[in-house]
């Protein structure tokens, strides 16, 4: 970013040459559009600039104090570049620690009564919690935990703070639940599966498929 605007003002006072690479960079600022060159090397959006600058900075705090504080009591997994990682190294911590066989372990997850993350103090005993999940075709009822109508007009609910569990496979047992798949944004996935990111349990007091029929889903993302 910070070359590709170098240059950029170099070519804008005749210093270089405007490469076709520049060209586009100037038009999609001009435009409020992300240039193609940052899009590629950027997590999947759907943001134009102005919002993709306000996340991009918030990712950039979480990293900072990451390297500079520790793991956050509450990662906000939206503002990571690959979530999926993330995921996958909370199992494999959670197997060396407990000696589980890593192929025979999965995780599962339970969305908590913290709203915000500013509530939660400490780390939960086994797993994370995670922030930055949006629910679309459905709402999330806080008081009692489950999933319920979307109300009329409401597009998308941010869902309270939610905590992910490494299990060993056989010990997983649940019930009363909806499996919900969770994508990087709102258009979902392509053909070829790239767009989601992992599978969440939503306590639910309907069927299923009535969840199904509505195209409940989690998004990472509130475009």
């Not at 990451?66 to 509450?74: A, I, L, M, S, Y």
């Not at 407990?98 to 997850?109: F, G, H, M, Q, V």
């Not at 939960?124 to 075709?137: H, T």
């Not at 599966?193 to 009535?210: C, I, K, N, T, Y």
Request: hydrophobic share 40%; charged share 20%.
């Amino acid at each position: 970013m910070r070359s590709s605007l170098v240059e950029l003002g170099r070519a804008l006072i005749g210093e270089v040459g405007m490469s076709n690479e520049l060209d586009e960079v100037a038009r999609s600022l001009f435009n409020g559009q992300i240039p193609s060159i940052w899009r590629a090397l950027a997590p999947d959006t759907l943001k134009n600039l102005s919002n993709w600058m306000g996340h991009f900075r918030a990712r950039l705090d979480q990293y900072t104090n990451w390297v500079e504080k520790g793991e956050p009591e509450v990662m906000w997994i939206s503002g990571l570049h690959i979530p999926e990682s993330y995921l996958t190294a909370l199992v494999q911590a959670t197997c060396r620690k407990n000696k589980w066989a890593l192929d025979r372990s999965t995780l599962y997850t339970v969305v908590s009564k913290y709203e915000d993350a500013s509530y939660v103090n400490e780390k939960p005993l086994q797993g994370a919690f995670i922030s930055g999940l949006y629910l679309e075709g459905a709402a999330w009822d806080v008081e009692n935990t489950c999933l319920v109508r979307q109300p009329p007009k409401q597009l998308l609910q941010q869902l309270p703070i939610m905590q992910i569990v490494p299990i060993e496979s056989h010990r997983l047992k649940l019930q009363n639940t909806f499996r919900t798949p969770v994508y990087t944004t709102s258009n979902r996935r392509n053909a070829m599966g790239v767009g989601l990111v992992f599978e969440a349990d939503l306590a639910s007091r309907q069927h299923p498929s009535h969840w199904v029929l509505q195209s409940v889903a989690l998004t990472l993302n509130s475009d």
